[in-house]
């Protein structure tokens, strides 16, 4: 994904730049005012000119887009905005994009969001209400070139420092730093750096088949995509899905009260406990993802890396949360047991005299609650699980 090499022409001759080039769109809603283009050009020509200069290893290409089928829908949905930009990414074969409007953004997880980052879809949306409040036109310039530079910092991996242009704010002023520390400049290079290759598909060597295609990608850029998948701190998901978590909880509880679970638990032998939690976590992995339509994310109409790369770090993230979820579940389950009385649980799993393995029986709970919280998670609505696991954050 990323870098692409292009020839440039020079006072009549052509000259081949072997610089990888970094491709990033800006798109707006073509009814926008000329006011907000005009402060969009400025801050287009200002992200070029400093990356350039902060990054001349790379070459930068920038893209003003105006769609007049831009979503309008009021208050305007984020989600909406990261799925409708990261089609046209693909589209018009952009690396990274910047969806801007002049109007407000609804918020799921805070109070107010003035924009959301998404490392899955490389697309961020900006929206500028809150910089345009400012009377001062050089302040609201100031405050749209942070608020843009804070979400491209997020694409490109970084996380948040006090002390850059990375601080979160509340609200964007055009006052603070505006941009990256050395640091952070060094840890987008290398970002850049290892994503700046020619798509597979425009390598010649792109697979026919859809299963083929994946493959090559996994071969190619396996430990990117591993990476990409834990930046998005997956343990976190269940903190923002009230029905996955209250299902889950319901079902534990029943489980630790019923005496055929506990019967069931002595029944089964901890190497087949083993295959079957790598089966459940797989299946309600699977569940959620074709039950809540995750596989739409990154459509694209032909067989493309970037659109490839979102579903299979989608996937990925999700099982990953899974797998965390269920390692609380399993230390959660752990407490209760250590805490319940020994001779209660093992006369309920009929051991007799038998000590009660603790370990195997928690893990048994821990594998029924990841079945039970599959079936929460189709019970979400489907735009905020989407939300759950596509946004970065909402700053």
Sequence with gaps: MGGKYYVTANSGSRKID???????GFLIDAEESREIRRHLQR???TICRDLEQDFPEFTWSFRL??????????????LVLLEFGSELKIEY????LLVLTSMPLMARFDQTV???PSNMLETGVVSLARP????????VDRAILALCRHLLGHLWGLDHDEHSVMRPRESWTGDGPLDWSPEEKEQVRTYLKDIADPRLEETG?????AWRFYGQLLRREGLSLARDILLFRSWRMVLHLGRFTAATAVSIIFLFLSAEAWELGAAIRSSWLDLILAAVLLMATLSIYFGQNLQEVGRADRMAEQAARSRIVLFGTLFVGMASFWINLFLISL???????ENVLAGWAGLGGQPLPMVHFSKLMATFGILASSLGGNLEEEHNLKAVLIYTEET
């Design 18 to 24: 072997n610089r990888p080039q970094v491709a990033i």
């Design 43 to 45: 801050l287009q020509d």
């Design 65 to 78: 887009i105006q769609r007049r089928d831009f979503p309008r829908d009021r208050p305007l949905d984020p």
């Design 93 to 96: 074969r952009l690396d990274f």
């Design 114 to 116: 003035n924009g959301v």
């Design 132 to 139: 345009l409040e400012n009377l001062d036109p050089e302040r």
């Design 205 to 209: 060597q792109a697979a026919s088949t």
């Design 335 to 341: 407490g209760i047991i250590f805490v319940l009385p």
